[in-house]
């Protein structure tokens, strides 16, 4: 008998084994990290009509990193939402979108100022508790996952 020859693969065929086994592949957090730096959108990239995250000015680096990984948890387009701060009640140039997430009154008070009435009938607005009130208690997060959760399904409909 002879030896089975190896068979040289692509990583497409390598992701659908590893996928087969139930294997996870590990990738170095640095390298992602770095390509996800790349690949991150600014505002003026966003995907027009998808989805804004207003955010009040001067959040915590903690309660902000924990929001990024909550929008990457649901999916593309709201990781890929256009993050917009609020400083002193004051929002300038917002894009038009099909939905908004607002975190805080303040920022939805700015944000029902800054916008005419034709654009906030149409579009789906939710409003969360302020960044600092998330990371501080577990009904703000389980008040966060709702509201993302609502924003997901509204974004989910209008582009079916």
Known sequence: MSAAQPVVAGQAHRARLLRALGVTPWVRRQAAVAQALIE???IA???AGECVVLLPA???PRALD???RALCAYGP???RAARIEVADGRLLNVPEARAYLVFGQAQAHALGRELSAEVLNRAHIVLADEPGEVLSSAVGKRRLWSALRSLRRALAV???
């Open 158 to 160: 209008a582009g079916s």
């Open 40 to 42: 991150a959108p600014s």
């Open 77 to 79: 387009s709201l990781a």
């Open 58 to 60: 001067g959040g915590l």
């Open 66 to 68: 924990l929001l990024g």
């Open 45 to 47: 990239a966003a995907p």
